[in-house]
């Protein structure tokens, strides 16, 4: 097999659920609109000095507990390094997060896939841009859903 | 088990000094330290041991107290072949670590310094005050001061460990008075004696807080709470100025070489 690991197909449909509760109802965390890199403003007042989260898209649908684990108190844009257009300005737009927005921390999260550490590479340059520094943060989640790890950047 | 865990480790360890040897075996240091308070808990919970290794820990201890009980022994044995990880440290814990590099520099010194001043007819006061600037203000009041002021308060400050780097950082303020004393005294013994101390107490106190301390305190802290310190030390590193950080490195830089020469003449 050969190819883009991040376009490959893989069938995972006969894994068995093995822990956690379908039980309960679990409400949303997020507390702003819009979400999407190019949709959302710098200036908005959901970004000023919060803890932002830049996830790629593929995460929110591969992890369990998204809200609970990474939207919950975090403001949040989301993009896909490897079909988005304009990268650049995603660039400026995290180096305006943290200079003018003073955001307190930044968490990249990012599918396992190599095309996925773009994003990584994205949220690199726009912190080397700006002139405040903050704790950058990445990542990585599996195919199947499960951290594979975590690091201060 | 759970009534010992609750008791202070130097007093277990008073009554059955065969845990101390257990402790030493997993790498926990507790029976050097001076204080001993902590309880036996705290102790297994601040060395974040593999699940593993904690259970044969916690056996063995158990065993030592009480050999007469039936105690079952944990399914998996201590691997022999388990490396020690890489600590990962958070940006602002990251910096104090960096930090500590500088002030390990000075202390390497110490010994040539000491030979120096004992066998030179009269004391270099201006070497000996110069070395005490840089620890009082570099190593006290640029690093230690963001540890007390800043990080520390981010942990339950009563836990014995945090009250034991109060107190080596007290203890360390101390010895340099003392240093201080002897220099203007002329009195070399004072300066020697004080010197070392420092340096043992210092070496001990870096090593306990880049493997023990801050790891224990980066595992508690939320994301939020890292942005929190990252801030706040920057803050205090920027009113103390950039020039302050490189002044002292061009100090340790200077020093290295003139007793490089020293030794090599
Ligand atoms: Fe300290
Ligand atoms: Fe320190």
Redesign the pocket.
Known sequence: MSGCPGSKTIDFSEKTVQEGSESGKRPSQLRQWPIQMHLVSPHAPYFQGKDVLLAADCTAFALGDFHKDYIKGKSIGIACPKLDTDQEVYVEKIKALIDEAKINTLTVIIMQVPCCFGLVQIAKEGAEKATRKIPVKQVVVGLEGNILSEDWI | MENVLNKEIKKIIDTCPEVGKILEEFGIGCVPCSIGSCLLRDVVGIHNLNPQKESTLMYRIEKAIYPDRRISEPKVGLSKKSTPKKISYSPPVKK?VD??VL?KRLLAMIPTIVDYVMTSIKVDKDLILRCVDFIRTY?DKY??MK?EDILFKYVDNNAEIIQV?YKDHDTGRGYVRQVVEGAERGNKNQIKENFLAYRELLTQ??KK??EILYPWIDRQLTTTQVGEIFRKCNESDASAGNALPRKYEKFIVEIEELFLQEVTK
Do not use: P
């Open positions: 104090l930090e500590h002030i190593a690093h230690h540890e780097m106190h870096i807080e880049d």
